[in-house]
């Protein structure tokens, strides 16, 4: 066997097993997302009430109300202006220290509230909402739906949170928690409810490690299409020592025989011809003597035939524009 059929032989195998295929994509190559709370006012800071304590029929931004009245109560923190409201938490779910101004809902009535959101990734996401008693206890809960209405298929299971009385030890906040998988784009609905004695605050829905979020894809370029040919003999080149950059780094090669032959060519697919650019440009490839260290990289290929997630292995051919000249005719 000659050193050319060799190094092709070897070539191939290396494409099999260090070109591995990573799966064919798909969807375009993704990218993990730093994490990003998707909620809009989920701590009810945005609407900043004038008194401390009760604010009856307070505004609630980003979330809609469908039964009961909010009432958004201002705390300041233990021993505060606040402290006089002893029957409900003087900090809210975020545990602020005394002197901070914080806010937490209540409500006049049974509340139904939602909230509906769009995820920036595809992956999971953490939902999280916190409850807490005044003269009595109860039970709150929220759950994740498909869609903007709570009337849409439910995507989590309900998430309940048992709060006892206020004097029971009901002033303390109690987190409830689930995590849901969402699709980066669709619309997705919190729908959270608790009755009157019960106080709701720090709802979150988090995106967390694994989100991945898809990065367009590049066209694929308009180029010259090559059928490549194996080389017998290829003995009279000297030493070559070259200096090669490229997008994975550079380095100094030595040069030894050339391995192939490549055309350009005509390809038919799909129906579609595509027609040589230019008929004289041709080249060939040669075989390193001294191998160029490069590191492995993980990349997308396109082409005509569709895109792979592929990733780099060493370095094989080294391929010079060529001309060509038929011998023996």
Request: proline share 6%.
């Amino acid at each position: 066997m000659t050193h050319a059929k060799k190094t092709i032989r070897q070539l191939l195998l290396a494409s099999a097993a260090g070109a591995v295929a990573l799966g064919t994509a798909a969807t375009a190559f993704a990218q993990t997302t730093s994490a990003t709370e998707l909620l809009v006012n989920g701590g009810f800071e945005q609407d900043v009430r004038p008194n401390y304590g009760n604010n009856v029929n307070s505004p609630t931004t980003g979330w809609t109300v469908t039964s009961g009245r909010p009432n958004l109560v201002r705390v300041d923190g233990p021993g505060g202006q606040a402290a006089w409201y002893t029957n409900a938490p003087a900090s809210d779910a975020s545990n602020s220290p005394a002197g901070v101004d914080r806010q937490y809902l209540d409500g006049q009535g049974y509340i139904r509230m939602f909230q509906t959101f769009q995820s920036n990734c595809t992956g999971p996401v953490r939902i999280e909402g916190s409850f807490s008693g005044r003269e009595g206890g109860g039970r709150g809960s929220f759950r994740v739906f498909r869609g903007t209405q709570p009337s849409g298929a439910p995507l989590s299971s309900q998430v309940s949170v048992s709060v006892p009385s206020h004097r029971e030890g009901g002033g303390q906040w109690r987190t409830g928690s689930t995590t849901v998988n969402v699709t980066q784009g669709e619309s997705y609905t919190l729908a959270v409810e608790f009755p009157d004695r019960l106080n709701f605050d720090e709802a979150s829905a988090m995106t967390q490690r694994g989100c991945q979020v898809p990065v367009p894809r590049l066209p694929v370029p308009d180029g010259e299409h090559f059928q490549c040919y194996m080389l017998r003999k290829g003995d009279k080149l000297k030493r070559e020592e070259i200096l090669v950059r490229d997008q994975f780094g550079e380095n100094k090669v030595v040069l030894a025989t050339p391995a192939m032959l490549c055309n350009p060519a005509e390809k038919v697919h799909d129906g579609k011809t595509f027609k040589m650019k230019d008929k004289e440009r041709h080249l060939v490839c040669y075989t390193y003597e001294k191998r160029p260290d490069v590191r492995s990289q993980a990349l997308e290929v396109g082409t005509q035939f569709g895109y792979d997630e592929v990733s780099s292995a060493r370095a094989e051919l080294f391929c010079a524009p060529a001309s060509k000249r038929h011998l023996g005719r």
